[in-house]
């Protein structure tokens, strides 16, 4: 018991040490609960074209089924609030955290960072890292492991941050100590469900994936076309989109984040329409060369841009 508790506080202690802002730990066990909403979800088609979300549904509610004799699941959160803004109040709008580096690189680095001052001080032991490209529930496991509760818009919220962050895990075969999730304070506010354009969020705590603007501007490939049901609906989003986080109460505890790899480049605050809509291949591999904007590609934006000035 001793031994699992300075394993526990000298995990959180190293979190602290690599950059993560917050750091919890879970007990790595089959999500009873959220087998039988995934599988309705899907059911659904609220998942829309993000065919990979029905993939592995095993291994999206079990960690143990990613790493063989996994006991504990450890979340960290890294906060990517922006000190600026896009100046021009017209141009096109880039989600928050697409402003710097992808998060998965900046993310996977701290964790393996992490994990190797652990088998340092630990000894050997099984571990993955986790940076929201492998089939598992980061949020749950976050919220889980007593960083926050889940919103009516489904991004987790922290009491002390906010909900602009990042979400991360290491997997393990330590035993650890449990934290206790926290209770929700979303209360009777309905300031996320009443602000999204598209009625993405269909209900406290649901969202349709293919209604969401962030998904119609990064998830759905480039080579098809957004539906016309997002027209008059984009609020100039370009790429992703963070309505439901800037209505938040809780983001009146945002402050900017501590991480140089999430500063955007200098060119990016500072573009006004006319040079988003006249952007070259050159200029945006420039701007967004280690950038999450490059995931839709340049052709990916083209057309983003296109369908906002129908």
Not at 77 to 91: G, S, T
Not at 97 to 102: H, L, Q, S, T
Not at 137 to 160: C, F, P, Q, R, Y
């Amino acid at each position: 018991m001793v031994q699992k508790s300075e394993y526990s506080s000298f995990i959180k202690k190293t979190a602290k040490e690599v950059g993560f802002d917050f750091c919890g730990i879970s007990k790595a066990d089959f999500l009873e609960e959220q087998a039988p909403r995934l599988e309705n979800w899907l059911r659904q088609g609220k998942q829309g074209e993000m065919r990979y979300m029905e993939n592995y549904f095993d291994m999206r509610l079990d960690p143990r089924k990613l790493v063989e004799g996994s006991k504990s699941v450890i979340s960290v959160l890294l906060n990517y609030y922006p000190e600026k803004k896009q100046e021009d109040v017209n141009a096109p709008k880039i989600s928050k955290y697409a402003y710097g580096k992808d998060y998965h690189f900046v993310i996977k680095d701290k964790l393996t960072e992490m994990v190797t001052k652990m088998q340092k001080e630990i000894g050997h032991f099984q571990a993955r890292v986790f940076t929201d490209s492998a089939p598992i529930m980061d949020k749950v496991w976050a919220e889980k492991s007593g960083l926050g509760w889940m919103g009516k818009h489904t991004n987790l919220i922290n009491k002390n941050m906010g909900s602009f962050f990042f979400i991360g895990e290491i997997i393990s075969d330590l035993e650890l100590d449990q934290d206790a999730p926290v209770k929700d304070y979303c209360g009777t506010c309905t300031k996320c469900i009443d602000a999204c354009p598209t009625d993405a969020i269909t209900n406290a705590y649901m969202v349709d994936g293919s209604k969401c603007i962030s998904y119609a501007t990064i998830e759905l490939k480039a080579t098809l076309k957004i539906p016309d049901t997002f027209k008059q609906k984009m609020e100039n989003w370009a790429f992703g989109c963070d309505i439901c986080q800037d209505v938040c109460p809780w983001n009146r505890f945002s402050t900017p984040h501590r991480t140089p790899a999430f500063d955007p480049h200098p060119d990016l605050m500072k573009k006004n329409a006319k040079e988003w809509n006249e952007i070259t291949e050159e200029v945006f591999n420039e701007v967004f060369k280690l950038s999450a904007v490059q995931r839709p590609k340049y052709r990916g934006l083209i057309r983003n841009l296109k369908f906002l000035k129908k």
